[in-house]
């Protein structure tokens, strides 16, 4: 009788280059155990204040998260993957009108759509490998299971200073998605690279959200300011966040392995897919609610919603201090949203031309909403 470790050694074999196939070229094995540190280090963060920005983040629910079984009674093995958004930059526009920046992942399709898809494709394929009573869940980043865990567990890369996955090749430009099975396939040993002394992602951070290695809090972060905050960006942090207008890639920018990363993203991921890597920000500022939804429709940008990419744009345009900008950004002091007109009302204080601060006065005749008229206010004096 042919022995049962063998055959699931030569079918591991087997889903690997399958995945592959499928568009994953990072693939590792990663027993279904539950992940014990993980959950204390999550725990002791949230403890500690460094999630309060993000109240769904419960200790509930990183207790669930680092139990895969919590998903799968009789999963054993998680097929851990990894895709590269690494595109190559466009070429930089000549052009003397303001621009922001976007964070890579944004720049083309959205990765759940995308990730999704090459998920459902890879295991209808692997349902066809495998023997009876084969069973899968699948997971990218929005699924309750702790996903740069099971990565660095499986071998696919190191946790860097700035907390994210480093792989060798791909660097952190990577997506992580997850395929938990009841298939008893031989785990991956996890790689033993890390970053040794190089710590040059923590201090240029803007925010200085990298407060210890592989410690980040969260509410400083420019990612969370510019994508998952909903009301207003602090004042304090809003000269910090620079001209970003969607995430940030600054500590991965500066990560001398992410240098070193081949630009191997997918087309779909390619900044003609999307709103690329640096969109001239006057445009975006005239948006109305059904121009956003159709333009940004299967794109990454959605989560911020109009508001909040409005509001970014108007801290963009602030920091620039293009008196270009004042024009777009005196309209916005009628938007009807109460987040936008504010963070307007920040962006003309900070240019301060006599035309800015004319239409700070005539807004301030009427504004209704007293945080509006507090920043109006500020911007003034």
Not at 52 to 70: E, K
Not at 279 to 296: A, I, V, Y
């Amino acid at each position: 009788m042919k022995d049962v470790t063998t055959d699931f050694e030569a079918l591991k074999v087997r889903v690997k280059r399958l995945a592959r196939d499928h568009g994953f070229p990072l693939v590792g094995i990663a027993s279904a155990e539950p992940f014990p540190d993980t959950q204390q280090s999550i725990l002791e963060r949230i403890a500690a204040g460094l999630f309060t920005g993000l109240p769904w983040f419960t200790a509930a629910r990183a207790r669930f998260s680092c139990d895969p079984r919590n998903h799968l009674p009789d999963a054993q093995s998680i097929i851990a993957l990894g895709i590269s958004y690494k595109a190559h930059a466009p070429v930089p526009d000549e052009s003397k009108l303001p621009r922001g920046r976007v964070a890579r992942y944004a720049w083309g399709r959205d990765y759940h759509e995308e990730v999704a898809e090459r998920l459902e494709s890879f295991c209808a394929d692997l349902r066809g490998l495998c023997p009876p009573g084969l069973r899968l869940k699948t997971f990218t980043d929005t699924g309750r299971l702790v996903d740069r865990a099971a990565a660095q567990r499986a071998g696919l890369g190191w946790f860097g200073k700035n907390s994210n996955i480093l792989t060798h090749g791909l660097g952190s430009w990577v997506f992580l998605a997850e395929v938990l099975t009841n298939l008893p396939l031989p785990p991956d040993p996890p790689l033993r690279t890390h970053c040794g002394a190089c710590q040059v992602c923590m201090p240029a951070c803007p925010t200085g959200a990298i407060i210890a290695p592989g410690v980040v809090h969260n509410d400083r972060c420019i990612s969370y300011l510019t994508i998952e905050l909903r009301g207003p960006i602090p004042r304090e942090l809003r000269p910090l966040v620079g001209d970003w207008i969607f995430g940030c890639d600054v500590c991965q920018d500066v990560c001398p392995v992410n240098r070193k990363a081949a630009a191997a993203a997918p087309p779909a991921f390619w900044p003609e897919q999307g709103i690329g890597a640096r969109p001239e920000l006057l445009p975006l500022l005239e948006l109305s609610d059904e121009e956003f939804r159709r333009r940004f429709r299967h794109t990454p940008i959605m989560r911020a919603k109009r508001r909040g990419l409005l509001r970014n744009v108007c801290v963009a345009l602030g920091n620039l201090r293009d008196p270009t900008a004042v024009p777009a950004l005196c309209r916005a002091l009628d938007d009807p949203e109460p987040l936008v007109r504010g963070h307007a009302a920040w962006a003309l204080g900070r240019i301060g031309t006599e035309e800015a601060r004319d239409g700070l006065y005539r807004r301030q005749v009427i504004e209704q909403d007293p945080w509006v008229r507090e920043e109006i206010a500020l911007a003034l004096g």
